[in-house]
């Protein structure tokens, strides 16, 4: 890997999927949010996330997927979905794709990685809410302490153009290397600028959880769909978020 791009801590591979492999994964990440929605009918309970968001958890086969709904829409809308692959063999079966398990072991400096869990960021048209800054590293340290929830990268799959308009990612290039920090606690004055990922769909950019990163509310009139694969070194076993650490 080129060192330059170690050191900024992330991998951008501008248009790796092609517009049939595009495809398929939208139409599987539609089906999945359409069989998730389907399946918050049989539940009753709910929680309400920091942030002010709706989550309900389904199962499916066994599997709990959290649902989590976007605030203060006039039409219920799903936000996001984790876990989600299982829910859609057109999200599974790029688990051991190499254009994301290779940038993913290269990151992570191993030989091989497993999945640990897997995510669809919706964010739909004029009501996907924004991301705070934050790193994944505090969520996932809750259940994998936090050595190990260091040792984890996400390839995120972008199934539509994304740019500043419609919400796009932002990371703060290098800011890995200073360990955990607080959620919603933006860059330091040390930090570098922030990049926004401006790149078309089918493009895939692959970081660690201690990268941090926001998103904008989405204001245009276009999806930002985005499919999360979260990698960790080979042997370990997926998440369960049922156990904390």
Do not use: C
Request: net charge negative.
């Amino acid at each position: 890997m080129d060192p330059t791009i170690r050191g900024d801590g992330y991998v951008l591979a501008p248009a790796a999927f092609d517009g049939a492999e595009v495809a398929e994964l939208r139409s599987g990440l539609e089906a999945a949010v359409e069989r998730a929605v389907a399946l918050t009918g049989d539940v009753t309970e709910a929680s309400t996330s920091d942030l002010g968001h709706r989550i309900q958890t389904v199962h499916d086969g066994g599997t709990p997927t959290s649902v989590h709904w976007e605030p203060g829409t006039g039409v219920p809308t799903v936000r996001n979905l984790r876990p989600v692959t299982h829910l859609d063999a057109r999200l599974e079966r790029y688990w051991s794709d190499p254009r994301l398990t290779g940038p993913a072991a290269d990151l992570l400096g191993v030989d091989g990685v497993a999945p640990l869990t897997s995510k669809i960021s919706v964010k739909r048209a004029r009501v996907g809410s924004e991301y705070i800054w934050h790193q994944d590293h505090s969520f996932l340290s809750r259940f994998l302490g936090g050595r190990a929830a260091s040792e984890v990268v996400t390839a995120m799959v972008f199934l539509d153009d994304a740019d500043a308009g419609n919400g796009a990612l932002s990371l703060v290039p290098g800011s890995h290397r200073d360990g955990p920090r607080p959620d919603d606690e933006p860059p330091r004055a040390h930090d570098a600028d922030p990049v926004t990922v401006t790149a078309p769909a089918g493009s895939v950019v692959v970081f660690p959880t201690l990268m941090l990163h926001s998103s904008r509310a989405n204001r245009s009139d276009r999806d930002r769909r985005a499919l999360l694969y979260l990698f960790q070194p080979a042997g370990r076993p997926p998440l369960d978020e049922s156990t904390r650490a």
